[in-house]
């Protein structure tokens, strides 16, 4: 008979996450997981095979909170002003944390090199590419702009969001506005 989890797995999948996030997935350590999740590492192995199985999941937690303001933007019709909303809310989004800034998703990919795990790469660019889709979406909805200018700007507001993700480990408030309004003046 399988022996019962002490453990509740979504509560130490999402510690492991913040981990993650503060330390990033190379500098975290199994000794750290461990410690912070208050459980040995076999019951670590046992639960998600590996660092790489565990970091998989703490990437699915992230995404579930982001798909909480991801679906806001998909369901508004706010149109660009839907997407701006979108930048300033993912500002919040990230000092929702006690301990920093940035997005889980971008500080990996700044990370990561190419012999990285396939998986970890591939979920990367899925939800990279999920959250272009929703602009492109909303972008969409504009007549004035054809399939060339909507892929365009869509390209545009994402590497602004990658940037954004970045900027917001390090810049003041003030600084973080300015870069947002002058992205959506060429919109």
């Known amino acids: 008979m399988a022996r019962q989890k002490a453990y509740n797995e979504e509560v130490v999948v999402e510690k492991a996450m913040n981990l993650f996030w503060r330390n ?17 590492k076999f019951s670590i192995y046992a639960s998600f095979g ?24 998909e369901n508004s019709d706010l149109g660009i002003a839907g997407i701006k909303k979108y930048f300033y809310d ?42 272009r889709e929703a602009f492109a979406s909303i972008l969409k909805r504009d007549d004035t702009k054809d399939q060339v200018l909507v892929d365009q700007q ?21 600084q973080l506005d300015n870069y947002i309004e002058n992205v959506f003046k060429s919109i």
């Open 50 to 73: 590996s660092k790489n199985g565990l970091f998989l999941e703490s990437l699915k937690c992230y995404m579930g909170k982001i798909n909480i303001l991801l679906n806001t933007l």
């Open 90 to 131: 993912f500002i919040e989004f990230t000092r929702e944390t006690d301990f920093g800034k940035g997005c889980l998703v971008t500080n990996t990919a700044n990370e990561i090199n190419d012999a990285a795990d396939e998986k970890i790469k591939q979920v990367i660019g899925q939800f990279t590419g999920q959250v």
């Open 154 to 174: 869509a390209d545009y507001l994402i590497i602004a969001m990658v940037g954004l993700s970045s900027a917001t480990r390090f810049f003041a408030q003030p």
């Open 24 to 40: 990033g997935f190379e500098t975290t350590s199994m000794q750290m997981l461990e410690k912070e999740m208050g459980i040995n």
